[in-house]
């Protein structure tokens, strides 16, 4: 049975939604569950449908869309897809530093709305591929795990919230990066071992870093092509000691 895919429009534009309702109808694995004029119409919108994909204008009555993003994602534990639906290309490069999976620029080409639907459609092949391979542990890594920081703080986070780890010599701890850009500091005892365990996603690539394999687009001269918003640390390379390991274990997913 053919999956079909949930989605949430927010836009101040009623042209803007309408233009793009239509063009959706094309894809019969697509169906536009409900549309919002406004952050706090469309907050309410994405906790009751919890879409697969989400169209969001950056800019909003009562918001921004970057706004809208940062005070949710603590509340979203499914995957969802963020397209960015702006006439501002200035926003392109923050939007893809922050949560974006891509940026549909208005009015929007229908060529260029293919172009980014045919790259979720791709992802949720190899998705699906991966889960019947894993069998039941994507199910086990989409479980929230607490971490533990150096002043003995708690933090549940999903694994999906996770680009990597990085371990910082000069404090001796492992870090987290996190989708904001931020790294959250953990205990001094945390070891390589027990990140790995947390998600069959999470590999070691390098003795200061473990990747979520989920984000990994390509690996280029040795050097993790990152999805964004893991994009931007060019530190991120494989070295010879892991990479027949982290190689099986890719091939495995």
């Not at 534009?13 to 694995?29: R, S």
């Not at 002043?151 to 996190?178: N, Q, T």
Request: charged content about 25%.
């Amino acid at each position: 049975m053919k999956k079909i895919y949930k989605v949430v429009i927010i836009d101040d534009e009623t042209c803007a939604i309408n233009n793009l309702c239509m063009a959706l109808k094309v894809y019969d694995c697509i169906s536009v569950v409900e549309t919002a004029r406004n952050a706090a119409d469309g907050i309410a919108a994405i906790e009751k449908i919890k879409p697969d994909i989400l169209f969001l204008d950056v800019e909003l009555p009562d918001m921004s869309g970057m706004e809208l993003i940062s005070s949710i994602h603590g509340r979203v534990s499914w995957d969802m897809c963020i397209i960015f639906y702006t006439s501002y290309d200035k926003y392109v490069i923050k939007a893809f530093r922050t949560y974006a999976f891509d940026v549909l620029l208005k009015p929007f080409d229908a060529d260029e709305l293919d172009t980014i639907l045919a790259r979720f459609f791709e992802r949720e092949k190899c998705d699906s591929v991966k889960s019947l391979n894993v069998k039941s542990s994507m199910s086990v890594s989409d479980k929230p795990f607490m971490v533990m920081t150096p002043m003995g703080d708690l933090r549940l986070l999903h694994a999906s919230e996770i680009g990597y780890f990085r371990y910082v010599s000069k404090r001796k701890i492992w870090e987290i990066a996190l989708p904001d850009g931020t790294f959250l500091p953990l205990k001094r005892n945390t070891t390589a071992e027990q990140l790995c365990s947390y998600s069959p996603s999470f590999v070691q690539i390098h003795q200061s870093y473990i990747i979520n394999m989920n984000y990994l687009v390509m690996v280029q001269d040795n050097r993790c092509i990152m999805y964004p918003p893991f994009n931007k640390d060019k530190a991120l390379i494989v070295s010879k000691k892991y990479k027949k390991e982290m190689m099986e274990h890719f091939y495995q997913l």
